[in-house]
C-alpha cells in the first residue's frame, strides 16, 4: 500500500464511513487511523480538535497518502477549514483533506418532505454551527434544529448500547430535538458514532420521521470527487487493501472496530504525539 486513501476519526465513529467506502469503491487501498488514546474529542476545544487532527492528517501524510478523509465530525467542524484554508496549502499544496459536514448538508434539505430538519451531534459540532451555517446556502428555506447528546459516544465507546442508560438518554435526547420543533422529519445522525445506536434511536421515535445516517452519502460524494479530480485518483494505490492503525490498545481496537466495520479488524498501534 504505498498511497492509501487516510481515514480519520477520534476513535471507532469514522469506521462506519470506511465501511462505506469500501463498498463503493473496493479498488482503492484504504488506511484508517482512530485517535482512541484522546477519544472523545466532542467536547474539547477548538484548539486541541485542531492540534490533535493536524497531526493525525500529518502522520497519515507520512505514511504516503494523498488524501485524508476526517471521517468524524467533530474535526470536520473544529479543524478541517483552517488545514484546507492555511496548512494544506504551506505545507502540502499537492495534497487534500475533506470531510463529511459538506457532502451531508449538499443534500439533506431534499430529504426533508416538511423542511423541518434535526441535528443530533457531538457538543463541538453543534456549538460550531456548521451545519446551520452549510445548510442554509445549500437549501435555505430548510429549518435546522440542533440537540448535542454529549453521552451517546460514551455509551457507544463502552460498548453499554443496549443498557436501560443507553435508552434513556436516547429518548432525553430526542425529546429535547423535537421540542424545538415538532415539524421535523428528518433527523440527521451528525456523529459518525450515532449509527451504531439507529435500531434504538428509530425505535424511540415517531414513525414519520427518517433517520439519515452519513456513510453512503459520503462514499458517493467522494466517489464523484475522484472522478472529477482524476489526478488525485490516480495516485491512490488500488490493491483492494485496508490497514487499521489506533493510538490506544490494538487488541481493544480489534473488538470494538469490528463491531463499527461490520468485519473482523487487525489492528496496529501507532503514536501521534511528537
Ligand atoms: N465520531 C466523532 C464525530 O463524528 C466524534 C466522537 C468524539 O466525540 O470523539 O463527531
Known amino acids: 500500500m504505498n498511497s492509501p486513501i487516510g481515514v480519520f476519526d477520534s476513535g471507532y465513529g469514522g469506521l462506519t464511513i470506511l465501511k462505506e467506502l469500501v463498498e463503493l469503491m473496493p479498488e482503492n487501498d484504504y488506511l484508517y487511523l482512530g485517535d482512541n488514546a484522546r477519544a472523545p474529542y466532542g467536547n474539547r476545544s477548538f484548539d486541541t480538535v485542531y492540534e490533535y487532527t493536524l497531526e493525525a492528517v500529518d502522520f497519515l501524510f507520512q505514511q504516503g497518502c494523498e488524501l485524508v478523509v476526517l471521517a468524524c465530525n467533530t474535526a470536520s467542524a473544529k479543524a478541517l477549514r483552517t488545514i484546507q484554508q492555511r496548512y494544506l496549502?504551506?505545507?502540502?499544496?499537492?495534497?487534500?483533506?475533506?470531510?463529511?459536514?459538506?457532502?451531508?448538508?449538499?443534500?439533506?434539505?431534499?430529504?426533508?418532505?416538511?423542511?423541518?430538519?434535526?441535528?443530533?451531534?457531538?457538543?463541538?459540532?453543534?456549538?460550531?454551527?456548521?451545519?446551520?451555517?452549510?445548510?442554509?446556502?445549500?437549501?435555505?428555506?430548510?429549518?435546522?434544529?440542533?440537540?448535542?447528546?454529549?453521552?451517546?459516544?460514551?455509551?457507544?465507546?463502552?460498548?453499554?448500547?443496549?443498557?436501560?442508560?443507553?435508552?434513556?438518554?436516547?429518548?432525553?435526547?430526542?425529546?429535547?430535538?423535537?421540542?424545538?420543533?415538532?415539524?421535523?422529519?428528518?433527523?440527521?445522525?451528525?456523529?459518525?458514532h450515532y449509527p451504531l445506536l439507529s435500531a434504538q434511536i428509530q425505535k424511540a421515535l415517531p414513525q414519520h420521521i427518517q433517520l439519515v445516517s452519513q456513510g453512503r452519502i459520503v462514499a458517493s460524494s467522494l466517489q464523484n470527487y475522484l472522478n472529477r479530480h482524476p489526478a488525485i485518483n490516480t495516485k491512490i494505490s488500488k490493491k483492494g487493501q485496508c490497514a487499521f492503525l489506533t493510538t490506544d490498545d490494538p487488541i481493544k481496537f480489534d473488538e470494538m472496530g469490528s463491531l463499527f466495520f461490520g468485519k473482523k479488524i487487525e489492528s496496529a498501534h501507532c503514536s501521534l504525539e511528537v
Open 89 to 192: 496549502p504551506e505545507k502540502y499544496p499537492n495534497k487534500r483533506v475533506l470531510g463529511v459536514i459538506r457532502p451531508t448538508t449538499e443534500m439533506v434539505g431534499q430529504l426533508s418532505q416538511t423542511g423541518h430538519v434535526g441535528i443530533l451531534g457531538t457538543i463541538g459540532t453543534v456549538q460550531s454551527e456548521s451545519y446551520v451555517v452549510e445548510i442554509a446556502k445549500f437549501s435555505p428555506q430548510t429549518k435546522v434544529s440542533q440537540q448535542a447528546c454529549p453521552m451517546w459516544v460514551p455509551i457507544i465507546e463502552n460498548n453499554l448500547m443496549h443498557t436501560q442508560g443507553a435508552a434513556f438518554f436516547i429518548k432525553d435526547d430526542l425529546t429535547s430535538l423535537l421540542d424545538k420543533d415538532n415539524a421535523i422529519d428528518t433527523i440527521v445522525l451528525a456523529c459518525t
